[in-house]
C-alpha cells in the first residue's frame, strides 16, 4: 500500500497522509528595469509597487501550465528506462544529491493541479533506491529506505531581489531555499503537523538561516545566522504568503504582507562571530552571490 504525503507550491494543507506544498506565484523580482513592463505581477508585500520591483520572468512561475518548463526547472531524479536518473542538465559531471536519507528524490513525486505545484512523499518500500549510505554533516548516517520525496532546482541564478512563495505545508519538512557558490539560503524549512506532544510548536515554526559551506571555516555548514519564529497559526492549515527582500545590505522577512524580521549585513557577522568559531574578521554575510532556487521535501529525523 502506498501512503501519499502531499507538498504544493502554492503550498495546501495535510489531508489524511497529503503533504500538499503548492508554488503558486512564485515570484522573484529585481530593481531598475521598466517598471510598466511587470504590473501584472506585485509582491503581496508592496502592492503600490513603491519599490519599483520588475518581475524576472526566468526563475518565477506560476506553475499554470500543462506541463513543467523544464527549461526552466531541474526535476531531480526523472526516470529514464524504469530507474530514477541524477544527473543535472547544465552540471552533468557534478554529482547530484539525491535527498535526506532515508527518504530519496523521485522525479515521479509531483503534479500540475489548479495553477499549483504538488509535491509527494510517498511510501514506497519498492523504490529502486541508492545504495549509496552517506555521512552527512548533520545527523547520523542512515540508507535511503521506503520513503520518497520531491525536488525542483532552478536552473537559472540570480542575485538580490525579492522573493515570493504562497505556501502550506504538512507532516514532513518542506523547503523553500537556495544554493549559491560556497553559502546556502534557506527562506523556509516547515514542518507542519507534529505527533509528539512536546514539539507541537514546530506545527507553527518559521526557521530560516543563511549557511556557509566553506571547508576552510570551522563548523562548515552550520547557521551563520538564522531566526525562528512562532507564527501563531498552524502552518500546514492554511496557505501563507512567505516573501524575502534580499539585497547586499541584508535581508527583510515578509509573512502576509506583514514584516516579520529585519537583519542587516553588520547584523549577521555580529551574530556568526558571537556563535560560531569564526576568526575575529570574519564577515558572515555569505549570501551575496548568485543563487538557484530549490523547491523540496525532506525527512528530518531530529523531528521525529
Known amino acids: 500500500m502506498k501512503y501519499t504525503y502531499v507538498a504544493q507550491y502554492k503550498l495546501s494543507r495535510l489531508v489524511q497522509f497529503c503533504f500538499i506544498c503548492l508554488t503558486l506565484g512564485l515570484t522573484a523580482c529585481s530593481q531598475g528595469i521598466d517598471v510598466a513592463k511587470s504590473h501584472d505581477v506585485l509582491p503581496f508585500s508592496d502592492p503600490a509597487n513603491t519599490g519599483g520591483w520588475v518581475l524576472n520572468r526566468e526563475v518565477s512561475d506560476e ?4 506541463t513543467i518548463d523544464e527549461a526552466r526547472w531541474y526535476i531531480v531524479g526523472k526516470f529514464e528506462d524504469g530507474k530514477p536518473v541524477y544527473r543535472h542538465p547544465d552540471k552533468p559531471n557534478k554529482k ?6 532515508p527518504s ?6 509531483y503534479r500540475l493541479e489548479n495553477g499549483k505545484l ?7 518500500p519498492d523504490f529502486p533506491f541508492s545504495d549509496e549510505i552517506r555521512v552527512p554533516v548533520f545527523g547520523e548516517a542512515m540508507p535511503h529506505a521506503n520513503i520518497t520525496t520531491a525536488c525542483f532546482i532552478s536552473r537559472k541564478a540570480f542575485k538580490y531581489g525579492y522573493m515570493e512563495s504562497k505556501a502550506a505545508d504538512a507532516e514532513v519538512t518542506s523547503a523553500f531555499w537556495s544554493m549559491g557558490q560556497g553559502f546556502e539560503f534557506d527562506f523556509f524549512e516547515l514542518f507542519g503537523d507534529h505527533r509528539d506532544v512536546q514539539k507541537l510548536d514546530l506545527d507553527r515554526e518559521l526557521w530560516w538561516s543563511s549557511r556557509d559551506w566553506n571547508p576552510a571555516v570551522n563548523e ?9 519564529h512562532d507564527l501563531g497559526f498552524r ?5 501563507h504568503i512567505y516573501g524575502v527582500e534580499w539585497d547586499e545590505n541584508g535581508v527583510k522577512y515578509y509573512v502576509d504582507g506583514k514584516l516579520l524580521s529585519t537583519v542587516t549585513s553588520s547584523q549577521v557577522t555580529k551574530w556568526a562571530r558571537e556563535n560560531r568559531q569564526v576568526p575575529a ?8 552571490k548568485p543563487l538557484n532556487l530549490w523547491l523540496d521535501q525532506e525527512t528530518f529525523p531530529w523531528h521525529t
Open 118 to 124: 504538488i509535491l509527494e512523499t510517498r511510501w514506497e
Open 63 to 66: 506553475f499554470d501550465g500543462e
Open 220 to 228: 562548515t555548514g552550520k547557521p551563520v545566522y538564522t531566526e525562528h
Open 96 to 101: 547530484v544529491w539525491r535527498g535526506r536519507a
Open 235 to 239: 502552518v500546514a492549515d492554511d496557505f
Open 281 to 288: 574578521d570574519y564577515q558572515g554575510y555569505v549570501a551575496n
Open 104 to 109: 530519496q528524490f523521485s522525479g515521479r513525486n
